[in-house]
């Protein structure tokens, strides 16, 4: 191959290597939950699946531990993302969590306090929602004492995160991407969290799915992006094009 055909090969080849990548750009798409709910040690038999508010709390606090369990349903984003760059041709590039804090207006809830707090991928989805509320709660689905049968040692660690002690306002949280997290969206299934404390002062009151504004509950926002063509198939592309430029 002479020095101008190589020239143009190695040309065509780039461009077509590197053309795909900038092809679209990437494309986020947000959703709200489909479930959450929030358990306390103080009261490890009641549920609160259909409170106004979740909560995370430290160990040893006046009104006990708390954590909190949300679920979105990816299939839209899924959807909407294999629409825009084709079935399976896209990749997660990152993936954060809107939360808005509230103020604790239930005597249960612990009084709001800077610490840091975490965020985990859970395995399962199969824990229930529930009905309860901090005013009448009830003990059907998932509490205290049910929530350790939902954990496997497969859960998968999304961050560790700072809050500032805050009543009100939202914060995005960036996310980790492990494997089990990645898979859900990939497959567009349902998608679960548990945020919980991580040190021995922390108390973090945040709006529920529940709460009457649409844009201060919790939100799941994920960014994608096209996958590059594989450079496999640009090999015959590249030296059918050669062959050519010889003739």
Same mark, same amino acid.
């Given at each position: 191959?002479?020095?101008?055909?190589?020239?143009?090969?190695?040309?065509?080849?780039?461009?077509?290597?590197?053309?795909?990548?900038?092809?679209?750009?990437?494309?986020?798409?947000?959703?709200?939950?489909?479930?959450?709910?929030?358990?306390?040690?103080?009261?490890?038999?009641?549920?609160?699946?259909? @409170?106004?508010?979740?909560?995370?709390?430290?160990?040893?606090?006046?009104?006990?531990?708390?954590?909190?369990?949300?679920?979105?349903?990816?299939?839209?984003?899924?959807?909407?993302?294999?629409?825009?760059?084709?079935?399976?041709?896209?990749?997660?590039?990152?993936?954060?969590?809107?939360?808005?804090?509230?103020?604790?207006?239930?005597?249960?809830?612990?009084?709001?306090?800077?610490?840091?707090?975490?965020?985990?991928?859970?395995?399962?989805?199969?824990?229930?929602?529930?009905?309860?509320?901090?005013?009448?709660?009830?003990?059907?689905?998932?509490?205290?004492?049910?929530?350790?049968?939902?954990?496997?040692?497969?859960?998968?660690?999304?961050?560790?995160?700072?809050?500032?002690? @805050?009543?009100?306002?939202?914060?995005?949280?960036?996310?980790?991407?492990?494997?089990?997290?990645?898979?859900?969206?990939?497959?567009?299934?349902?998608?679960?969290?548990?945020?919980?404390?991580?040190?021995?002062?922390?108390?973090?009151?945040?709006?529920?799915?529940?709460?009457?504004?649409?844009?201060?509950?919790?939100?799941?926002?994920?960014?994608?992006?096209?996958?590059?063509?594989?450079?496999?198939?640009?090999?015959?592309?590249?030296?059918?094009?050669?062959?050519?430029?010889?003739?």
């Amino acid at each position: 191959m002479n020095f101008k055909i190589r020239a143009l090969t190695i040309s065509v080849f780039a461009s077509l290597t590197i053309a795909p990548a900038f092809a679209a750009p990437p494309l986020t798409v947000s959703s709200t939950p489909v479930a959450d709910s929030f358990v306390s040690s103080a009261n490890p038999v009641n549920n609160y699946g259909a @409170g106004g508010a979740l909560a995370l709390s430290a160990d040893g606090l006046p009104k006990g531990s708390f954590a909190s369990l949300i679920r979105f349903d990816t299939a839209a984003a899924t959807t909407a993302f294999d629409a825009t760059f084709g079935v399976g041709q896209w990749s997660v590039q990152s993936a954060s969590l809107r939360l808005t804090a509230t103020t604790p207006n239930n005597a249960i809830f612990n009084n709001a306090d800077a610490g840091q707090f975490s965020v985990s991928w859970m395995e399962s989805d199969a824990w229930v929602e529930g009905t309860g509320t901090p005013m009448v709660p009830t003990t059907t689905g998932v509490t205290f004492n049910t929530l350790p049968s939902f954990l496997s040692a497969n859960d998968a660690p999304l961050g560790s995160f700072t809050f500032g002690g @805050g009543i009100s306002g939202s914060t995005i949280y960036t996310l980790n991407l492990p494997l089990g997290f990645t898979n859900d969206i990939w497959t567009g299934g349902l998608l679960s969290m548990r945020l919980f404390a991580e040190d021995s002062s922390v108390s973090y009151l945040f709006n529920s799915r529940n709460f009457g504004t649409v844009a201060n509950r919790p939100e799941l926002s994920i960014t994608v992006v096209p996958e590059p063509t594989c450079i496999a198939l640009l090999f015959p592309v590249v030296l059918l094009i050669a062959a050519r430029h010889r003739r």
